[in-house]
C-alpha cells in the first residue's frame, strides 16, 4: 500500500485537474441560498449574490464562461438551470439568470458531468418520475438543447456520484431507496459510445451522500453516510484501472452531504454534517504532499447537500 500511495503523489503532483484556477463556489444546501467564492491564495471568503431559491441536491458545472446549477430544491422539484457569468472575475454585481436548458424531469439528488457539449445525468429523485430513477440522460447545452434517454441502470441511484474518464463515466455507491440500508458499494462503469455497462470491483463498504474527486487514474471517495444513516470520515482511493481501493488518512470532522473539489495537489471539503446539529461551515484540505489534513477557514454558514466549483 505505501509504495502505492507513493506512485499516486508522484503521478499527480504534476497532473491536477484544477490548473491555475484558484477560486472555489459554493452554492445553496439545505435551506440556505447564499453563495460564497473561497480564494485559495489568499485563504479569504466572500460572498456571491444569493440563488434566486434554495437548492438541496442539485448538481453544478463550469461552461463557457458561466457557472451554471442544475435542479434541485428544497420546497418543490425543478426542472430548471440557473447560471452565473464569471467572466472576468465573479463578484456581488453578477446575477443569476434562467438557463434556456431544461432536464428532461424535476430532479434532486442526482449527480451529472460535463461531457464535451452535454451533460450527462445519471439516476436522483423525482416526484413526478415515479421516485429514485435509474435512466441516464444526455442533456445538450447548447442549441436546440436536445434532452434524451440514453440507457438505464441496473439499479436506481440516488446521493451516489460520478466521474468521467475520457468516454467512461463510473457511477459510485449512493442508495437505491430513500433508506439508508439500502446503500450501494458497487461501483458501475458506463461506456458512452458503445452504451455499455461493465460492473466495477466495489467499494470497501456501502456509502451514500458522499463527495467524490478525480485525482489521476483515481476516484476520491470522501465521508457520506454508513447503512445506519451514520456521518463518516473515512477517505477511500479507488483506482478505475485495477479496481484497487485504499484508505488515505481520515477527515478531522465525520461529513455526509459534503462538497468536495481539487485546487492544485489539494483536495479541499467543504460543509456536510456530522452527528451534531447544526449543518457544518468547516473547511478542511488534504495535502498529498504532506499527506495531511489542514484547516481552513470557515464558510459564512452551515451546508448540506450543497453544490461546489473550481473557477
Given at each position: 500500500?505505501?509504495s502505492?500511495i507513493?506512485?499516486?503523489?508522484?503521478?499527480?503532483?504534476?497532473n491536477?485537474?484544477?490548473?491555475?484556477?484558484e477560486?472555489i463556489?459554493?452554492?445553496?444546501?439545505?435551506g440556505?441560498?447564499?453563495?460564497?467564492i473561497?480564494n485559495?491564495?489568499q485563504?479569504?471568503w466572500?460572498?456571491?449574490?444569493?440563488?434566486?431559491?434554495?437548492h438541496?441536491?442539485?448538481?453544478?458545472?463550469?461552461y463557457?464562461?458561466?457557472?451554471t446549477i442544475a435542479s434541485?430544491c428544497?420546497?418543490?422539484d425543478?426542472?430548471?438551470?440557473?447560471?452565473?457569468n464569471?467572466?472576468p472575475?465573479?463578484?456581488l454585481s453578477?446575477?443569476?439568470?434562467?438557463?434556456?436548458?431544461?432536464?428532461?424531469?424535476?430532479?434532486?439528488?442526482?449527480s451529472s458531468?460535463l461531457?464535451?457539449d452535454?451533460l450527462?445525468?445519471?439516476?436522483?429523485?423525482?416526484?413526478?418520475s415515479?421516485?429514485?430513477?435509474?435512466c441516464i440522460?444526455e442533456?445538450e447545452?447548447?442549441?436546440?438543447?436536445?434532452v434524451?434517454t440514453?440507457?438505464?441502470m441496473p439499479?436506481?441511484?440516488?446521493?451516489?456520484s460520478?466521474q468521467l474518464?475520457?468516454d467512461?463515466?463510473?457511477?459510485?455507491?449512493?442508495?437505491?431507496?430513500?433508506?439508508?440500508?439500502d446503500?450501494l458499494s458497487s461501483?458501475?462503469l458506463y461506456?458512452?459510445?458503445?452504451?455499455?455497462f461493465k460492473q466495477m470491483?466495489?467499494?470497501?463498504?456501502?456509502?451514500s451522500?458522499?463527495?467524490?474527486?478525480?485525482?489521476?487514474?483515481n476516484?476520491?471517495?470522501l465521508?457520506?453516510a454508513d447503512?445506519r444513516g451514520?456521518g463518516?470520515d473515512?477517505?477511500i482511493?479507488y483506482n478505475?484501472k485495477t479496481?484497487?481501493?485504499?484508505?488515505?488518512p481520515?477527515m478531522?470532522c465525520?461529513?455526509?452531504?459534503c462538497?468536495?473539489?481539487v485546487?492544485?495537489?489539494?483536495?479541499?471539503?467543504?460543509?456536510?454534517?456530522s452527528?451534531?446539529?447544526p449543518d457544518l461551515?468547516?473547511?478542511?484540505?488534504?495535502?498529498?504532499e504532506?499527506?495531511?489534513?489542514?484547516?481552513?477557514p470557515e464558510?459564512s454558514?452551515?451546508?448540506?447537500?450543497?453544490?461546489?466549483v473550481v473557477?
Amino acid at each position: 500500500m505505501a509504495s502505492y500511495i507513493k506512485d499516486i503523489k508522484k503521478e499527480n503532483t504534476t497532473n491536477t485537474t484544477s490548473g491555475d484556477k484558484e477560486n472555489i463556489i459554493v452554492a445553496g444546501g439545505c435551506g440556505v441560498e447564499s453563495v460564497e467564492i473561497f480564494n485559495w491564495r489568499q485563504r479569504t471568503w466572500s460572498p456571491l449574490q444569493s440563488l434566486p431559491e434554495v437548492h438541496l441536491g442539485a448538481t453544478s458545472f463550469v461552461y463557457n464562461n458561466h457557472v451554471t446549477i442544475a435542479s434541485g430544491c428544497f420546497y418543490h422539484d425543478i426542472d430548471d438551470m440557473i447560471r452565473m457569468n464569471i467572466n472576468p472575475n465573479p463578484d456581488l454585481s453578477m446575477h443569476w439568470s434562467r438557463c434556456p436548458v431544461k432536464l428532461p424531469t424535476k430532479l434532486i439528488s442526482h449527480s451529472s458531468v460535463l461531457y464535451n457539449d452535454h451533460l450527462i445525468i445519471t439516476g436522483g429523485h423525482s416526484r413526478n418520475s415515479g421516485g429514485v430513477l435509474e435512466c441516464i440522460y444526455e442533456v445538450e447545452v447548447v442549441p436546440p438543447y436536445t434532452v434524451k434517454t440514453l440507457s438505464r441502470m441496473p439499479e436506481p441511484r440516488r446521493l451516489h456520484s460520478t466521474q468521467l474518464f475520457d468516454d467512461n463515466l463510473f457511477i459510485v455507491g449512493g442508495i437505491t431507496t430513500h433508506e439508508y440500508q439500502d446503500n450501494l458499494s458497487s461501483v458501475l462503469l458506463y461506456d458512452i459510445k458503445k452504451n455499455r455497462f461493465k460492473q466495477m470491483t466495489p467499494l470497501p463498504y456501502e456509502v451514500s451522500e458522499m463527495a467524490t474527486v478525480r485525482w489521476g487514474d483515481n476516484i476520491v471517495v470522501l465521508g457520506g453516510a454508513d447503512k445506519r444513516g451514520k456521518g463518516l470520515d473515512t477517505v477511500i482511493i479507488y483506482n478505475v484501472k485495477t479496481g484497487q481501493s485504499d484508505m488515505l488518512p481520515s477527515m478531522r470532522c465525520k461529513r455526509q452531504g459534503c462538497a468536495a473539489v481539487v485546487i492544485g495537489n489539494n483536495i479541499v471539503v467543504m460543509g456536510g454534517k456530522s452527528k451534531r446539529l447544526p449543518d457544518l461551515n468547516s473547511v478542511e484540505a488534504f495535502n498529498f504532499e504532506s499527506y495531511t489534513w489542514q484547516e481552513l477557514p470557515e464558510m459564512s454558514e452551515g451546508r448540506y447537500l450543497h453544490t461546489a466549483v473550481v473557477v
